[in-house]
């Protein structure tokens, strides 16, 4: 069996997370993702290890959580084995084994900035997600950041994770906008949030004309 590269961090991916973000930066995303209501059927991408799946438990009425790596999927099907409404199973973002108008929201933490085909993605979710249907992104970033906490988050990044991914891009709000537009998204709201370490977070929709 061919492993994944981020199958060797299932174990302790969010102890890593942790360390490399900072628990009060992470928390600041988990809120916001936490304050949505009404969220349906919801997909998830690049789920790692179930750190913000938890976060839509309340919201959703369920919970399609994918990722490629199977030590991850092992971690969160472990974690979730108890919530029914939580079905973790494995999917590639660039060809996702879901019918059209599938979902109400389609969210991803810490993936669109990393993967080598960021269009790719979000086509497919745009394919999958209902009419008015809801897509959210956070992705950490340096991008606004003082220099002194750019330094040291890329010093805990490569302590924890090695050479940053050569297909990694600095996130901004204004590149998340542009890149859903680009993919037939109507922007709602794209900023930073954080304290040290930042984060854009993103929220569009798939709004159709009829």
């Not at 988990?30 to 969220?39: A, E, P």
């Not at 179930?50 to 009425?61: H, I, K, Q, R, V």
């Not at 998340?176 to 680009?182: P, Q, T």
């Amino acid at each position: 069996m061919k492993h994944n590269k981020w199958d060797k961090f299932a174990n302790s991916f969010e102890e890593r997370n942790n360390y490399v973000v900072g628990v009060k930066d992470i928390e600041i995303v988990k809120n916001k993702l936490r304050s949505l209501s009404g969220t349906g059927k919801v997909l998830e991408l690049g789920c790692g290890n179930g750190t913000y799946t938890e976060c839509f438990t309340e919201s959703a009425s369920k919970i399609i959580a994918t990722d490629i790596s199977e030590g991850m999927l092992a971690i969160t099907t472990d974690r979730f084995s108890d919530q029914e409404m939580v079905q973790v199973e494995k999917a590639d973002c660039f060809n996702l084994p879901y019918n059209d108008s599938s979902f109400d929201t389609v969210f991803m933490v810490n993936l669109l900035h990393i993967i080598p085909n960021p269009k790719g993605a979000l086509s497919e979710c745009f394919r999958v997600l209902k009419d008015d249907g809801k897509l959210i992104i956070s992705c950490f970033t340096v991008h606004g950041m003082r220099y002194i906490d750019k330094i040291m988050l890329r010093y805990r990044y490569a302590i924890k994770y090695g050479a940053r991914p050569s297909t990694a891009i600095t996130f901004t709000p204004k590149l998340a906008i542009d890149l859903v537009k680009s993919s037939g998204f109507k922007p709602i709201d794209s900023k930073l949030i954080g304290t040290k370490t930042k984060a854009v977070y993103l929220t569009a929709s798939k709004t159709c004309n009829k």
